[in-house]
């Protein structure tokens, strides 16, 4: 309870670019909330500067350097999320949009169900902040490979342009779901799901790192 305690003592101290504060986000988010996932593709408020919060890569929330221990108030939080296509991310009401910092991805994919095998299989991914997503055409898998180490680093488009990085955990189980397709004349390793393959590198370096 003391990540709650100091949002509440230092809500006085927040830049005064942040409008109405952490208290009124909620709010919203809350009221919002009742209704789904608040709309906040449709809102276009004027950027109201920066908030000291910020998405570690593993998915932890912080604020002004101390971590959100509240898990309600993370989801609350996460529903007003927005990326925008200045890169970034937003947390966005009817009257203000505030910028925060984000690591990576602004959540993680912690849990995977799989319904079926093969081409037919259906994968699902439950994330950090409970957004439970099919992976399919309009939820695909990218795997972007990171320059310092060659491996790859698997995400799952959430909703809007907000993604969620799969665990290591998660991404081990993903692999042994593999399989590889001819794609454009190249065979490529990938998954399957919900009838879409998700290529995730030509099968020659998988097997060549073997």
């Excluded at 799952?156 to 001819?182: C, K, M, N, P, Q």
């Amino acid at each position: 309870m003391a990540g709650v305690m100091t949002i509440e003592r230092n809500e006085a101290t927040a830049p005064a670019a942040t409008g109405r504060g952490l208290k009124y986000l909620e709010q919203v988010a809350e009221v919002e909330g009742r209704r789904g996932l608040p709309p906040v593709h449709l809102w276009h408020p004027e950027n109201c500067g920066e908030l000291d919060i910020r998405i570690a890569a593993d998915g932890q929330w912080f604020y002004m350097g101390t971590p959100i221990e509240r898990q309600r108030l993370v989801r609350l939080f996460s529903t007003v999320l927005r990326h925008d296509d200045d890169g970034r991310h937003y947390l966005v009401t009817p009257v203000e949009k505030i910028g925060i910092a984000v690591e990576d991805a602004p959540f993680v994919a912690v849990e995977m169900a799989v319904d079926g095998k093969g081409r037919d299989q259906r994968i699902s991914l439950r994330t950090n902040v409970d957004d439970v997503v099919s992976v399919d055409e309009d939820h695909p898998l990218r795997f972007v490979e990171q320059e310092e180490t060659g491996g790859l680093k698997p995400y799952v488009l959430v909703r809007g342009r907000l993604e969620a990085l799969l665990s290591r955990a998660i991404f081990y189980d993903l692999v042994e779901l593999g399989a590889t397709e001819a794609q454009k004349g190249v065979e490529m390793f990938g998954v399957w799901s919900a009838g879409t393959f998700f290529p995730m590198a030509p099968a020659a370096e998988i097997w060549a790192e073997d």
